[in-house]
Every structure is written in C-alpha cells, then in structure tokens.
C-alpha cells in the first residue's frame, strides 16, 4: 500500500523512495496442485533514512516478503525497484553487487551462524567474496565494526556456542553491516533474546541507524519493539497488508479491525477499555486456502456477518494522511 | 510503571485456601558435569489451592528446571542436591518411582512450550486427551471418549467430535494447545505446572490461552505454576509472583505488589527493560549479560548489573555477603534479596 | 542435607516419543525442549533401559585395536618372522611352535608370517576402496542436492538402481568380463560401493540447505562453491564420517569374501580371504588355520567400527542451558523456505 497511485512508472520513482515494491506476488508450490498464498500482492514503499515496520502474526507471509524484496527467492510476479533500477529479476553479477547494498539481520543468531567456523571466519567470508582480498585490510573492517557493535575483538576466535544470544547478534548485525549496505531487513531481530538483552540490541540498531544513515525494515509481533523504533507500520494479513499508516496513527488511531484486536493483546497493560473488547476468536486462516472475499472476515466481529465482506475484496481506503486501511467498514470498525 | 490491571473475572469458588498444596524448600539442582554453579540454589516456593504463581526469569535463572524437579522430568544428567518438594502432603523427591506414576497427570500436570511436539502424531487426539483418565480413573474406553469431547468443547474447540477423531497434525500452535489443556485437565489435577504455554503462540492466540486458564482456575480451584520470561502475561494472570535470577529467587510476593513497587533492582530492571520504557531517547537496557551469574559464589550475583549498588555506594557489601530473602515491611506476602530493599535490617 | 538422587524415571509408555521420558499422562519433552538443551547429549533411546548409548570405552578400544593392526602391519617387512611364501615341505601342517608361532600350512609356509603380509593386502584394498566410494558419494550426493532438478533425480535412480545389485555380484560380473586384477578388483567394489555415500550425503545436504546459515551466506552473496564446500560438506561430515568407519568392516569383508572365491588377490600373493580358501580342506584337521585369518578379519573389522560408534558419542557441543529461550510465534511460520 502506497500513499499515492499503485502504479508507479520507473521514471517517474522519487528519489527519497529507496525501495518500491508493487503487486509483489509470491506462492509456494505444495503437493497435488495446493499452493500456499504466502505474499499475494502487496505493494509498499520504504523511504530513505526511514524505518518501517511490518507486522503480523504467524503464516501472514512477512519473513517470505523480506526475503523477496532481498531478491534471497524468486518472485512470481510484481516489481522490486532499489534505488531507482528494477531488480525484480536480478540475476547473476547484478544480483551479487545488488547484495552489498540490502542485508538482513535474522531472528536466531544461533541459526544465522555455521555452528562450526569461527566467528572470524564467518564474519570475513563475505568480505572476501566482495574483494576485500588484503588480509589486512579485512582484519581492520572487522575489529572496527566490532568496536562499533560493542564487542571486543576476543570473539573473532569463539565459535557461536561459545557465546550468549546477545554477543552473538551483535555479531550478526556486524556481518549484515560490514558490506555497507543502504537497506537492512530485520526479520524478528530480538525476538529470541531475553528481555534485559532485547533493550540492548534495540539501542544499537538506533545507533547504527543514525550513525550509517540506514534504511530499516523491521519485521516484527512485538508491537512494542515496532512502537519504539518504525516512523511507518503496516500491518500484514494472510499475504495482504491491511492496513499501513505512521506509527503514532497506526497506534492511537487504528483503522482495520485486525490491527486493533492485535494492539489490544499486544499492548494489554494499557490497553483502554474499548480496545480490550476487541479480543478475536479462532486462529488465522490457512494461507493454502485463503477465505474469499476480504481474507480477515471468518474472524472479523464486522465482517463475520456481512454479505459483503464474504464476497469482494476491499480496495484501499484513505483514512488520513498517509494511512491507507483495507476495510469495506473501516469507519464503523474505529468507532466501536 | 504499568497499571496492574483488576481481575476481570470474580473466581467462583472460594479464594486460595490456606493450607498449601505445593511447598518447595531449599531444593537445589546440579549438572555434576557441566561448568557453571548449580542450576537450582536454594529456593522457596508456596503455592496454595486455587492459587496462580508466576515464576519470572530469563535464560539461566532455573525457572524450567524448577518445573522439571517438581514433575520429576530432570534429565539425567541433573542431580537433585539438596531440599525438598512435598505436594499436599506427600514428598516428591523421595517417593517410589509407581507412586510418582500415580500422581502425574492425577494430581499435578504439566504443559509444555512446544505443544505440536508433544503429541503424538500416529494417535488420535481424543485418545490422548483421554489417557490420564482411563490410566488413573480406569474410565471405559467409551466414557472416555465422551468426556475427551467434553473437554475438548470446553476448551474452545468449535468442533470436539471432529477434533477427537482426528490426528494432531493438522492443529496450529493455538489450536494444540488447547488440546494439551484438555489432556492435561483429563484427570482433573490439583496443580498445573505451566512451563512457557503461550511463548510459542502468536500474540491474538496468546490471549485467548490466558483467558482460558484463568477461567479453568475460576471453574476448578485449579493452582496453576506459571513459568514465563514475560511479565505481561505475569500482570493479568498472577496472584502472587517469584523473580529468579541465577538459580535464585530474588524477589516474591503479591503480584499487585511486585508491580508497582518492586523492590530489588533486577525486578526493577526487568520490568523497565519489557516494557521497552525509554529515558532520554534510549530504551532502559540492563547492561551486561546473566550468562555468568550462577559462577558468583560470594556476595550478591546481581551485583556486576546492579546500577542501585553503585549509586549507594554500597558495592562492596553487596559482593561480600549475599542478601538473605527478607520480608519487606513487617507483613509477610512480600520478600525481596537486597540490602537495599525496604526492610531490610541494617546493611552489615 | 542429604543427598537426594531422583528416583528413575520409567520409560513405560509405549510410545515415548523423543528424548528423556514417558509418563503415562504428561507426554514426553521433546528433544529441542529446555530439558533436552540442558543436557549435553539428549538421544532418542536415552531413557530405554539399558539404552543404545555405547559404552564410554569403545572409542579407546577401537582405537587401540585399530592402531595395534595399523601398526603391525605397518611394520611387518621387519618384524615378520619368516617369508610369507617360503616353503618348508617338511614342515607342512605342522602346530604352533617356537619358530612357527602360529604353525604351518599346507605347503609348510609360517601362517603369522602370512597373516601380517596378507593384510596388508586386505586392509589396503578395503581402504582404498572405502576412500573411493566415499570420495565419488559425498561428491555427488552434495552436487544433486545443491542442484536438484534433472541431476538429483538421475542420481538418485541411478542409486536406486545400483543398490539392488549386492556388490559381490556385480563385483563376479566385472571380474569375469575383465578378469582378475587389482584395478579390477577396486572398481568392482567401488561401482556400487559409493551409493550408500551419496544417499546419506544428499539427504544430509538437503537438510543443511534449509539451515538460516546458508539462507545466510546466500544473501551475503557468497558464491555457490562456496556455501557448498565450506558450509554443507564440514557440517555433513560427521555422519558420513561414522558411516566410512561403518563400511569399512564391509568393505573388509567383501575383499576378503572374493579372495575366497579365488577371485580377489591372486597368487603369489594372498591375503586373508585366501588364506581362508587354503585352509578350507584341513578345517577339520587344523581350525586354527581357517580360524585365524577369519579372526584377523573380524577384530579389523570390528575395532574400525568401535571406533565410529565410538566418534557417533561425541555430539558437536550443545548450545549451553541457559542462552536463549526458545522461538516465538513468527517462528511458526511455516513458509519460510517452504519453496521447492
């Protein structure tokens, strides 16, 4: 969802729109002609220098749109324009310089890390592959990246068991970081790691954020973390998103039905009165079988019962300034 | 700091009773094998009937293990060194192996993080949900799969009959559960030990599993052990609460309490650290990890964390001696482990 | 305080699905729950009494054994006693004695003597073989995962294929074709000695493939030899690893099976499964003749294979107890890597 025309010619992209993404569509092949409807057309933007948020619960396909945006899995139809150029079907040279320039940062660090070759290794490996070929010169990026995400230069020599969760997603954001990217996609960055340790990670982002001029794409369910850091949130459902607007507008003024029964279980301390009746019965649909008509209306307390809901497929809707919600009843829905 | 929200719903049986139906003692839990201090040092733990008690703590501080002491599921690598369990009565740690058969799934049950894993996926679900009941209640093959029905129904199943009669493998996280709610509640326990239930789940589910605990409490008089690193769900669903942290309990006492006037400076940390409480534009993060704190055996093993030591000044004492777990004020459903709480007698 | 040891807990339940323990209602914590990360080694047949686990000992033993023959035979030009075909015609059959350790055969040749020169034979060919199918298997097992497509299905029907033909067959097959040799010799046993390498390297390629590391070192924009070479194969390692030790007895024995046959190594030289041939008319007479290179073949065999149950023992470490909880409700995802 874009604040402006959906279709958007390459000419015509604007220079503060870093990444364009338009009717972005990506399926899975299952068995016996079943298909999994992981990203069914979404469009969105990211501005320079901004960071935007997208969230959702489990099966809404955000992690396969990071990875396709990252061009890291082919997409089926749909633009991806970085920097102004269309890299929808990079391939090749032009998909490995497009690397230098969008990283992602992942939820497991223990996962994102070969348990076998030490840190050292692991973090040079892409240096190499990107020629940075005087040993030297590697080690210097390293230890200096190193400084900047708080870890002593100790670690190069550990292997990832021998580090707690925190140490070692610092050294992950490190490796994302050390081909000086523009664009870095967190997919869940804190998510596996303790609270006292999730503050830290968070602060760093900001830092790196601020002092390397990111752009940053979180993917988050935790709606505090995407409170305290995205300037922009959209909110994804089932392969749609639903809802998009400022985070001060998304959270205080919430349009689509689905965005305010998550900010009621999310946020539930604080929760007011009218957001804590907004609790959602049953679990989201299978993306293998999406439902018809607008995809949230099997669990919407609106849509459960209308004719229309069933049937059509809302359209955009705008309901302020750069916040777009995709909702046949949205106003009803605000003022329940 | 957060509102501790009213509980919305009036239990319908009578509030906890007195006499205590879990009583944990001195227990303390090794890995002989493994680098790192004891798992488990020392901690006491009271749950009455009909009672909610969070156990708070991140990776490391024992709150899992403590589970697993209790349901006798330590693996066996881990040594149970010293302490002791009882359970209505009865002890835990000593008794015979048939006896402890007897009790689980009868009088105290547990339910896991991951619960897709925990089924069995060549059996029917309503076989499982039934088998604490017909292995303790010897109930018919038949009773049994009427009341697996029931329960599934209670639970929130839209269709139970359906949901008996099928495999596990097509249930979401949610969905599963709510299954191992209903198995675990089959033989109707005292005591549910709840390690993590809805970490895994998305958060819109999450609220639906909380709601239906509590309803179960209400329902029941069901004492529930919930162990959790989230202190959001602690809020809503607690009475009373313990904090650990490195295999001790560094904080306890009435939920309410906890939250709005803790005491000892992790829970404080904690508690500012989750809600993601900014100051000066940066999120209050706690410096440095827990990773070592079981290794510290003198003096307090917060201490290399703890801002509140250094701005008192009080540093050395605090590495010297460790705190004992003191009442603060002069009633007794608060402690905390720190010289600086309130009520503390006199910094030695 | 007394120290409490909890009480055993019983594996009583039919179906203990994974890891530490059954209990009638509660079902049991899977291998990735905390109970099983607390613990440095949490195998599925952990709680059965008596378990699959082997003994601490068997890595030594294996080692010491196979070192023991290793050296031996290493060393046999100077320490063996005799010439291996040097005749004594009146010494024929006769038992042990001081000077014949182990007796004579039938053409009155030191048995110990032949003995250590005929494995030299044996083990050399079993090890070169084992090296070769481990080699071509790991090769292209990794190739068909990393490529899928057209090639993995070939290769996997061609493994198919080959897997039905037990090795001896095939081994007669080629040797009647090309005659006796020891390039013959070594190619018969290699052709459809590399399947079970290949398999077992695919299917261990394929589920590295979805690890976030390599997703990892995709975006990263690392190149393909790369993430195969020094991601996928040292992380596939240690099966296959266990697996050669495995197949090492195998191989042993089948090199020692077409000796017996009069197909392996030819005369003058022999080795263990000849000898086994040569005895065979006296076995009644003189066991130990028959008894001895069949005994030199299992204990090879046998300590090459303590050794791999030995190396299974030893997990890659664990990720300690206490870092990180486990994975929150994204990680249900199932689309993640969900593509083909």
């Given at each position: 969802?874009?604040?402006?025309?959906?279709?958007?010619?390459?000419?015509?992209?604007?220079?503060?729109?870093?990444?364009?993404?338009?009717?972005?569509?990506?399926?899975?092949?299952?068995?016996?002609?079943?298909?999994?409807?992981?990203?069914?057309?979404?469009?969105?933007?990211?501005?320079?220098?901004?960071?935007?948020?997208?969230?959702?619960?489990?099966?809404?396909?955000?992690?396969?749109?990071?990875?396709?945006?990252?061009?890291?899995?082919?997409?089926?139809?749909?633009?991806?324009?970085?920097?102004?150029?269309?890299?929808?079907?990079?391939?090749?040279?032009?998909?490995?310089?497009?690397?230098?320039?969008?990283?992602?940062?992942?939820?497991?660090?223990?996962?994102?890390?070969?348990?076998?070759?030490?840190?050292?290794?692991?973090?040079?490996?892409?240096?190499?592959?990107?020629?940075?070929?005087?040993?030297?010169?590697?080690?210097?990026?390293?230890?200096?990246?190193?400084?900047?995400?708080?870890?002593?230069?100790?670690?190069?020599?550990?292997?990832?068991?021998?580090?707690?969760?925190?140490?070692?997603?610092?050294?992950?954001?490190?490796?994302?970081?050390?081909?000086?990217?523009?664009?870095?996609?967190?997919?869940?960055?804190?998510?596996?790691?303790?609270?006292?340790?999730?503050?830290?990670?968070?602060?760093?982002?900001?830092?790196?954020?601020?002092?390397?001029?990111?752009?940053?794409?979180?993917?988050?369910?935790?709606?505090?973390?995407?409170?305290?850091?995205?300037?922009?949130?959209?909110?994804?459902?089932?392969?749609?998103?639903?809802?998009?607007?400022?985070?001060?507008?998304?959270?205080?003024?919430?349009?689509?039905?689905?965005?305010?029964?998550?900010?009621?279980?999310?946020?539930?301390?604080?929760?007011?009165?009218?957001?804590?009746?907004?609790?959602?019965?049953?679990?989201?649909?299978?993306?293998?079988?999406?439902?018809?008509?607008?995809?949230?209306?099997?669990?919407?307390?609106?849509?459960?019962?209308r004719d229309l809901c069933h049937t059509l497929s809302p359209a955009d809707s705008p309901v302020g300034d750069e916040h777009l919600v995709r909702c046949h009843f949205w106003p009803e829905a605000t003022s329940t | 700091m957060i509102r501790h929200r009213e509980s919305a719903t009036q239990p319908a049986c009578s509030p906890p009773s007195d006499t205590p139906l879990l009583e944990?003692?001195?227990?303390?839990?090794?890995?002989?094998?493994?680098?790192?201090?004891?798992?488990?040092?020392?901690?006491?733990?009271?749950?009455?009937?009909?009672?909610?008690?969070?156990?708070?703590?991140?990776?490391?501080?024992?709150?899992?293990?403590?589970?697993?002491?209790?349901?006798?599921?330590?693996?066996?690598?881990?040594?149970?060194?010293?302490?002791?369990?009882?359970?209505?009565?009865?002890?835990?740690?000593?008794?015979?192996?048939?006896?402890?058969?007897?009790?689980?799934?009868?009088?105290?049950?547990?339910?896991?993080?991951?619960?897709?894993?925990?089924?069995?996926?060549?059996?029917?679900?309503?076989?499982?949900?039934?088998?604490?009941?017909?292995?303790?209640?010897?109930?018919?093959?038949?009773?049994?799969?009427?009341?697996?029905?029931?329960?599934?129904?209670?639970?929130?199943?839209?269709?139970?009959?359906?949901?008996?009669?099928?495999?596990?493998?097509?249930?979401?996280?949610?969905?599963?559960?709510?299954?191992?709610?209903?198995?675990?509640?089959?033989?109707?326990?005292?005591?549910?030990?709840?390690?993590?239930?809805?970490?895994?789940?998305?958060?819109?589910?999450?609220?639906?599993?909380?709601?239906?605990?509590?309803?179960?409490?209400?329902?029941?008089?069901?004492?529930?052990?919930?162990?959790?690193?989230?202190?959001?769900?602690?809020?809503?669903?607690?009475?009373?609460?313990?904090?650990?942290?490195?295999?001790?309990?560094?904080?306890?006492?009435?939920?309410?309490?906890?939250?709005?006037?803790?005491?000892?400076?992790?829970?404080?940390?904690?508690?500012?650290?989750?809600?993601?409480?900014?100051?000066?534009?940066?999120?209050?993060?706690?410096?440095?990890?827990?990773?070592?704190?079981?290794?510290?055996?003198?003096?307090?093993?917060?201490?290399?964390?703890?801002?509140?030591?250094?701005?008192?000044?009080?540093?050395?004492?605090?590495?010297?001696?460790?705190?004992?777990?003191?009442?603060?004020?002069?009633?007794?459903?608060?402690?905390?482990?720190?010289?600086?709480?309130?009520?503390?007698?006199?910094?030695? | 305080?007394?120290?409490?040891?909890?009480?055993?807990?019983?594996?009583?339940?039919?179906?203990?699905?994974?890891?530490?323990?059954?209990?009638?209602?509660?079902?049991?914590?899977?291998?990735?729950?905390?109970?099983?990360?607390?613990?440095?080694?949490?195998?599925?047949?952990?709680?059965?009494?008596?378990?699959?686990?082997?003994?601490?000992?068997?890595?030594?033993?294996?080692?010491?054994?196979?070192?023991?023959?290793?050296?031996?035979?290493?060393?046999?030009?100077?320490?063996?006693?005799?010439?291996?075909?040097?005749?004594?015609?009146?010494?024929?059959?006769?038992?042990?004695?001081?000077?014949?350790?182990?007796?004579?055969?039938?053409?009155?040749?030191?048995?110990?003597?032949?003995?250590?020169?005929?494995?030299?034979?044996?083990?050399?060919?079993?090890?070169?073989?084992?090296?070769?199918?481990?080699?071509?298997?790991?090769?292209?097992?990794?190739?068909?995962?990393?490529?899928?497509?057209?090639?993995?299905?070939?290769?996997?029907?061609?493994?198919?294929?080959?897997?039905?033909?037990?090795?001896?067959?095939?081994?007669?097959?080629?040797?009647?074709?090309?005659?006796?040799?020891?390039?013959?010799?070594?190619?018969?046993?290699?052709?459809?000695?590399?399947?079970?390498?290949?398999?077992?390297?695919?299917?261990?390629?394929?589920?590295?493939?979805?690890?976030?590391?390599?997703?990892?070192?995709?975006?990263?924009?690392?190149?393909?030899?790369?993430?195969?070479?020094?991601?996928?194969?040292?992380?596939?390692?240690?099966?296959?690893?266990?697996?050669?030790?495995?197949?090492?007895?195998?191989?042993?024995?089948?090199?020692?099976?077409?000796?017996?046959?009069?197909?392996?190594?030819?005369?003058?030289?022999?080795?263990?499964?000849?000898?086994?041939?040569?005895?065979?008319?006296?076995?009644?007479?003189?066991?130990?003749?028959?008894?001895?290179?069949?005994?030199?073949?299992?204990?090879?065999?046998?300590?090459?294979?303590?050794?791999?149950?030995?190396?299974?023992?030893?997990?890659?470490?664990?990720?300690?107890?206490?870092?990180?909880?486990?994975?929150?409700?994204?990680?249900?995802?199932?689309?993640?890597?969900?593509?083909?």
């Amino acid at each position: 969802m874009t604040p402006g025309p959906v279709s958007m010619p390459l000419d015509r992209t604007e220079p503060e729109q870093l990444v364009v993404v338009e009717d972005l569509v990506k399926h899975f092949q299952l068995g016996r002609g079943k298909r999994v409807h992981s990203v069914d057309g979404v469009s969105l933007t990211v501005r320079r220098g901004e960071v935007l948020g997208l969230v959702g619960e489990s099966g809404c396909g955000k992690s396969t749109l990071a990875r396709a945006i990252l061009r890291a899995v082919q997409i089926d139809s749909g633009r991806v324009v970085f920097d102004g150029r269309d890299v929808s079907h990079a391939q090749g040279k032009e998909l490995k310089a497009l690397r230098r320039s969008m990283q992602l940062v992942f939820q497991d660090p223990y996962g994102a890390l070969d348990p076998r070759m030490r840190l050292r290794t692991s973090l040079g490996a892409p240096l190499v592959h990107h020629g940075v070929k005087n040993k030297q010169d590697r080690r210097d990026r390293m230890l200096a990246m190193l400084e900047r995400v708080g870890l002593d230069e100790t670690i190069l020599e550990r292997r990832p068991h021998e580090c707690s969760g925190g140490q070692l997603q610092r050294v992950v954001i490190a490796r994302a970081l050390l081909l000086e990217p523009q664009f870095l996609v967190c997919d869940e960055p804190t998510s596996s790691l303790d609270a006292s340790i999730r503050a830290q990670i968070l602060n760093l982002l900001v830092e790196l954020k601020d002092e390397l001029g990111l752009t940053l794409f979180l993917i988050s369910h935790d709606l505090r973390v995407v409170r305290y850091l995205c300037d922009r949130v959209a909110v994804m459902y089932l392969g749609e998103i639903v809802e998009v607007a400022t985070r001060d507008d998304l959270f205080l003024r919430p349009a689509h039905p689905y965005t305010k029964a998550l900010i009621a279980a999310a946020l539930a301390e604080e929760a007011c009165a009218e957001q804590t009746a907004a609790q959602l019965e049953g679990e989201p649909s299978s993306p293998i079988d999406p439902p018809a008509g607008c995809r949230f209306h099997p669990r919407c307390p609106i849509g459960r019962d209308r004719d229309l809901c069933h049937t059509l497929s809302p359209a955009d809707s705008p309901v302020g300034d750069e916040h777009l919600v995709r909702c046949h009843f949205w106003p009803e829905a605000t003022s329940t | 700091m957060i509102r501790h929200r009213e509980s919305a719903t009036q239990p319908a049986c009578s509030p906890p009773s007195d006499t205590p139906l879990l009583e944990i003692r001195g227990l303390r839990v090794d890995f002989p094998h493994v680098e790192g201090g004891p798992a488990i040092d020392g901690i006491e733990l009271t749950i009455r009937r009909g009672e909610i008690v969070a156990l708070v703590g991140e990776s490391g501080s024992g709150k899992t293990m403590t589970a697993l002491a209790v349901m006798g599921l330590l693996p066996p690598e881990a040594e149970i060194t010293g302490g002791t369990a009882t359970l209505d009565g009865e002890d835990l740690f000593t008794m015979s192996s048939t006896r402890r058969d007897q009790i689980r799934g009868n009088k105290v049950a547990m339910l896991f993080q991951q619960p897709k894993a925990m089924l069995d996926p060549t059996a029917k679900v309503g076989t499982q949900v039934s088998e604490s009941l017909r292995r303790h209640r010897g109930v018919s093959r038949r009773d049994a799969k009427t009341r697996a029905v029931e329960l599934l129904r209670d639970v929130g199943n839209p269709e139970p009959q359906r949901r008996a009669s099928s495999y596990p493998y097509r249930l979401s996280g949610g969905m599963a559960q709510r299954v191992m709610i209903a198995a675990a509640l089959s033989a109707d326990p005292a005591l549910l030990v709840a390690d993590e239930p809805t970490t895994a789940l998305d958060v819109t589910v999450q609220a639906q599993i909380l709601k239906l605990l509590q309803r179960k409490r209400d329902e029941l008089g069901l004492s529930i052990l919930l162990i959790t690193h989230d202190l959001g769900i602690v809020s809503s669903m607690a009475d009373r609460t313990a904090v650990m942290y490195a295999g001790r309990i560094v904080e306890d006492g009435v939920t309410t309490e906890i939250f709005t006037d803790p005491q000892h400076p992790y829970t404080q940390a904690l508690l500012r650290a989750s809600l993601l409480e900014s100051e000066r534009g940066k999120l209050f993060a706690i410096p440095g990890s827990a990773t070592q704190a079981r290794a510290i055996d003198r003096g307090c093993r917060f201490r290399p964390r703890c801002d509140t030591a250094r701005e008192l000044g009080i540093t050395e004492t605090c590495g010297s001696a460790e705190p004992t777990l003191h009442a603060c004020g002069d009633h007794d459903h608060h402690h905390s482990r720190c010289y600086a709480s309130r009520g503390y007698p006199e910094v030695p | 305080m007394p120290r409490r040891r909890p009480r055993p807990v019983t594996a009583e339940h039919p179906r203990a699905q994974a890891a530490e323990v059954a209990t009638p209602a509660a079902p049991a914590a899977p291998a990735d729950s905390p109970t099983a990360r607390a613990s440095p080694r949490a195998g599925l047949f952990d709680s059965v009494r008596g378990g699959f686990r082997s003994p601490p000992w068997t890595l030594a033993v294996g080692a010491g054994a196979l070192a023991a023959v290793v050296v031996i035979l290493l060393l046999t030009p100077w320490i063996a006693p005799h010439d291996p075909a040097f005749q004594e015609l009146s010494q024929r059959l006769a038992g042990p004695s001081g000077d014949h350790w182990a007796g004579t055969d039938h053409l009155g040749r030191d048995v110990l003597s032949r003995l250590m020169y005929g494995g030299r034979f044996s083990v050399t060919i079993a090890a070169a073989t084992l090296v070769l199918c481990a080699v071509i298997g790991i090769v292209l097992g990794a190739l068909a995962a990393g490529r899928g497509g057209i090639l993995d299905e070939l290769l996997m029907r061609g493994v198919d294929v080959l897997t039905c033909f037990p090795d001896v067959v095939v081994a007669l097959f080629l040797i009647a074709i090309f005659g006796t040799g020891y390039g013959t010799l070594v190619a018969a046993l290699t052709i459809t000695g590399w399947t079970p390498f290949a398999r077992l390297m695919r299917g261990l390629a394929l589920e590295i493939k979805s690890k976030e590391y390599i997703e990892a070192a995709e975006v990263l924009g690392c190149p393909r030899w790369f993430i195969v070479f020094r991601h996928i194969v040292p992380n596939a390692l240690r099966p296959v690893l266990a697996m050669s030790f495995l197949r090492f007895g195998h191989k042993l024995i089948t090199v020692g099976a077409l000796s017996y046959l009069g197909l392996g190594v030819q005369p003058p030289d022999s080795d263990w499964g000849a000898m086994l041939l040569d005895a065979q008319p006296y076995m009644e007479r003189l066991p130990w003749l028959g008894v001895l290179p069949g005994l030199a073949i299992f204990v090879t065999a046998l300590s090459v294979t303590l050794i791999g149950q030995g190396l299974e023992n030893r997990k890659l470490p664990r990720r300690r107890p206490d870092a990180g909880h486990a994975e929150p409700a994204s990680a249900e995802a199932p689309l993640k890597g969900a593509g083909p």
